[in-house]
């Protein structure tokens, strides 16, 4: 599914700018223990004259160690700062997996075609698709610019010839011919691949 972008997120709630990464947070409470190559021995050795100076944290992802020599305070401070920030994430989840996003994902593209292949549903079923793409219509593509939608069928069926600016009432139209369509059991196996077709045929489509 499409997300909005996470670096466009991240910036936006100043999850980058706070420098909350493991590998950034390190670099401000601590520094990493190094190894150098030591001719004589001919391999590389570890300094010593922090041990036991510092508490000591060993990354498990490349096995790099870190001496930590920040206050309490500031170590609380990162854990405020992480808490805000997995709240953060978890908002965003719940946004991401609620409503019409939970079914279609987030609808980026300023242009798109919605193509409806319904197949063999059955009435009860045909109606659940239309509350669904309904509710898409009204939450999503309400706040984008362009859109058509195109039924795929024996007599392929399109709602508009061309994509049409977005406003109250084109949603609202679009709504209502949904809603005006036939259910249809028979439907040839290439009426998917023809609506696809149809959909790219448009240049302004982006997705």
Not at 28 to 46: N, S
Request: hydrophobic share 40%.
């Amino acid at each position: 599914q499409s997300l909005v972008s996470s670096s466009k997120w991240l910036q936006r709630y100043g999850l980058k700018r706070n420098k909350l990464s493991l590998s950034q947070i390190f670099s401000q409470i601590g520094f990493q223990h190094r190894k150098d190559y030591v001719t004589t021995l001919r391999k590389p050795v570890a300094s010593r004259y922090a041990d036991g100076l510092f508490p000591q944290y060993k990354r498990a992802q490349d096995g790099s160690v870190y001496n930590l020599t920040a206050k309490k305070e500031l170590i609380l401070h990162f854990v405020d700062c992480l808490i805000g920030a997995i709240e953060l994430y978890k908002q965003r989840m719940e946004w991401l997996t609620t409503e019409s996003r939970q079914i279609f994902g987030v609808i980026q593209e300023q242009c798109i075609v919605v193509v409806l292949d319904f197949g063999t549903a059955a009435p009860a079923e045909f109606d659940l698709c239309r509350d669904a793409l309904s509710m898409v219509l009204v939450e999503q593509v309400i706040q984008i610019s362009r859109f058509n939608i195109i039924r795929a069928a024996q007599d392929l069926m399109k709602w508009q010839q061309k994509c049409t600016p977005v406003s109250e009432h084109t949603v609202k139209s679009a709504v209502t011919w949904l809603w005006k369509l036939e259910h249809m059991t028979a439907v040839s196996h290439t009426s998917s691949a023809e609506a696809l077709l149809e959909a790219m045929g448009d240049e302004a489509v982006s997705s």
